[in-house]
């Protein structure tokens, strides 16, 4: 292959892997643009960061219909070609692959006591709270960011630059974005109207001093569900929902009635972000990855 073709190559991939930005800083900046009117009119009881955290996520969701629409990605490429039973059957299946999955994780959290279990929070009640909350979060955080990065980035970046370049930049985007935020919480007094680029800059300033295990862990995570997407398509974006939403529900469950052991000498095993994840679930992950690929049958491109 010539020099020529090989530099032709490359600014494609780089073309393919930066072009996800534009529409990701479209809708922050307009997030952050209508946050201070939309706090001001009080029609969602939100403080004012939810107003731009949440007006971004929002934007980003309701984008995927004209923009999908635009790019000619339709129910199949999102993964949605199936019915409500199928779907329902795959979302449960995935569930319990989610919860098992970091259920193995975690328990080997406990045997390595880099986490431990707090007797005063195993009260029934406070368990089969916390597992309602978990499970409606989890569903409602799947769904959304299944349908961002496996369905309709995934889909996309698959139409135009194959399958590898796909899940590696929808990864890495879905892994980025759970690092945007920021501890700035403008009261009603403070607010202004340039106040939502003042959290933007503060969400940028936190992503650019991520960990490297907190955005590996992330990642990996997003190349697993971007495997079970590109390798077994029959399962649907269900089944990926439902491992999601499994893995919210173990990691919220797990916090609730266990804390971090300090000191660990296996402390360095989970990151920061959570006190879950990170190099243990990393290689815990990349593993499952492995035997992915090695099971299934390579998708067409």
């Not at 995927?64 to 339709?74: D, E, K, M, T, V």
Request: proline letters at 4%; hydrophobic letters at 50%.
């Amino acid at each position: 292959m010539s020099a020529l073709a090989l530099t032709g190559k490359a600014a494609r991939l780089l073309f393919l892997f930066s072009t996800p930005f534009i529409y990701f800083a479209s809708c922050l900046l307009v997030a952050a643009a209508l946050a201070y009117p939309l706090y001001k009119l009080h029609i969602i009881p939100l403080d004012f960061h939810g107003h731009v955290s949440r007006g971004a996520y929002l934007l980003l969701v309701l984008g995927i219909y004209p923009i999908g629409r635009w790019l000619g990605i339709g129910r199949a490429e999102l993964g949605l070609s199936f019915s409500a039973s199928q779907s329902l059957r795959r979302l449960s299946s995935g569930f319990g692959w989610g919860v098992l999955m970091l259920g193995v994780h975690t328990l080997f959290l406990i045997i390595l006591d880099i986490r431990h279990i707090d007797p005063e929070r195993l009260g029934l009640k406070t368990l089969l709270d916390a597992a309602w909350k978990a499970a409606l979060v989890g569903l409602i955080l799947g769904i959304a960011e299944e349908l961002l990065f496996r369905g309709f980035l995934l889909g996309a970046l698959r139409n135009k630059g194959g399958w590898v370049i796909a899940g590696i930049t929808s990864s890495f985007y879905y892994s980025g974005l759970h690092f945007l935020s920021t501890d700035l919480r403008p009261g009603a007094e403070e607010a202004q109207w340039f106040s939502g680029f003042i959290l933007l800059d503060s969400g940028l300033k936190h992503l650019v001093g991520t960990q490297l295990d907190d955005f590996m862990a992330l990642f990996v995570c997003g190349l697993f569900l971007s495997a079970i997407r590109i390798r077994q398509p029959e399962q649907g974006l269900a089944f990926t929902i439902g491992i999601h939403t499994g893995w919210i529900f173990v990691i919220k469950i797990v916090k609730s009635f266990t804390t971090l052991t300090v000191p660990s000498p296996f402390a360095w095993l989970v990151s920061s972000f959570d006190g879950i994840i990170g190099w243990f679930s990393i290689v815990w992950i990349s593993l499952l990855i492995a035997f992915l690929l090695t099971r299934t049958r390579h998708p067409p491109r």
